[in-house]
Nanobody, 115 residues
Framework: QVQLVESGGGLVQAGGSLRLSCAAS????????MGWYRQAPGKQRELVAS???????DYADSVKGRFTISRDNAKNTVYLQMNNLKPEDTAVYYC?????????WGQGTQVTVSS
């Protein structure tokens, strides 16, 4: 199995920055996709960003130009640099790892952006 440990959440004022990290361990395959979903109260789960082992990236329209996802394949770790944060970004962010039909989730980290 795969275990994911994520960190980096916290409380920040609007316009500030945070950097999330997610490290995968266990039965890791070199070809995979990792990234973050976020869940805010009363809203649908939203795919924030993803990155393949080949470094192909996708972003939600709401975060393009503000967030940057990257990865260190040697460490099986993915990073999400979040700049110019807005109150609308407030949510629990869940890291994920996908290989074929297998999907694993991190424990979640709270991001709160004050106005």
């Amino acid at each position: 199995q795969v275990q994911l440990v994520e960190s980096g959440g916290g409380l920040v004022q609007a316009g500030g920055s945070l950097r999330l990290s997610c490290a995968a361990s266990g039965s890791i395959f070199s070809i995979n996709t990792m990234g973050w979903y976020r869940q805010a109260p009363g809203k649908q789960r939203e795919l924030v960003a993803s990155i393949t082992s080949g470094a192909s990236t996708d972003y939600a329209d709401s975060v393009k130009g503000r967030f940057t996802i990257s990865r260190d394949n040697a460490k099986n770790t993915v990073y999400l640099q979040m700049n110019n944060l807005k109150p609308e970004d407030t949510a629990v962010y869940y890291c994920f790892y996908r290989w074929r039909s297998f999907l694993y989730w991190g424990q979640g980290t709270q991001v709160t952006v004050s106005s």
